[in-house]
């Protein structure tokens, strides 16, 4: 699929998946929100509070000047992951987006720590905030998947990804972030197709 007709059809939903607070912030499960963060910032703007929505968002453009950008919602569910699906869809149906034009920013457990991998539709792995996504509004949308690797030794899945990167994974994990944000944006501008092409590592 392309986007040029699309895109210019109104703005694509940017969902970054994690927990709120601060004491989630630097956990795992919340690199979701890192990257959105990062496009946030890209963009130049604030997340505020969405209405009724139980989100924050930041609205404006990525691309460069002229016909080439697309018109964007980053968002922050401020749910908890496993109930991200109600505050996404009422975003979704606010700005009136179809599904194939929402992305998911997700940990992926069973990824390389950094590795990216980027598709539309399929299951939810058994991550809690894509299953909350996929009940309310279906299964049709875009994943920027950033891979946070398996737990070592026994630890419990639920465990690892609510513990912080460790100390070896921050030292590159400004540079994956920035990395998953480049990502995003090829998806939004230029298609699946090449940003797959380009990220997939």
């Known amino acids: 699929m392309t986007t040029d007709a699309a895109g210019a059809a109104g703005p694509w939903l ?27 910032e890209r963009m130049g703007g604030r997340f505020k509070r969405a209405g009724r929505a139980q989100a924050q968002v930041v ?16 968002a922050k569910p ?24 929402v992305v998911a920013i997700h940990d992926e457990l069973d990824i390389d720590y950094g590795t990216l991998r980027l598709k ?10 894509l299953k909350s996504l996929t009940q309310a509004f279906g299964r049709e949308y875009h994943r ?8 070592p030794g026994r630890m419990q899945v639920a465990d690892f990804v609510l513990k912080d990167f460790s100390s ?31 990220y997939n590592s």
């Open 120 to 129: 539309l539709g399929g299951g939810d792995n058994g991550h809690n905030g």
């Open 144 to 151: 920027v998947r950033f891979g946070i690797g398996r737990p």
């Open 14 to 40: 940017v969902v970054g998946l994690g927990n709120p607070g601060p004491g989630y912030a630097m956990n795992r499960h919340n690199v979701g929100f890192m990257v959105a963060d990062l496009l946030a």
């Open 78 to 101: 401020m749910s908890y992951m496993n109930l991200s699906g109600g505050p996404v869809n009422a975003l979704r149906e606010f700005y009136k987006v179809p599904a194939e034009r």
């Open 59 to 74: 609205e404006g453009r990525i691309g460069p000047p002229g016909p080439g950008n697309r018109r964007v919602v980053v």
């Open 168 to 198: 070896v994974e921050r030292k590159e994990l400004d540079y994956f972030v920035d990395r998953a944000a480049d990502a995003v944006e090829c998806l939004v501008i230029e298609g699946l197709e090449r940003a797959q092409g380009t």
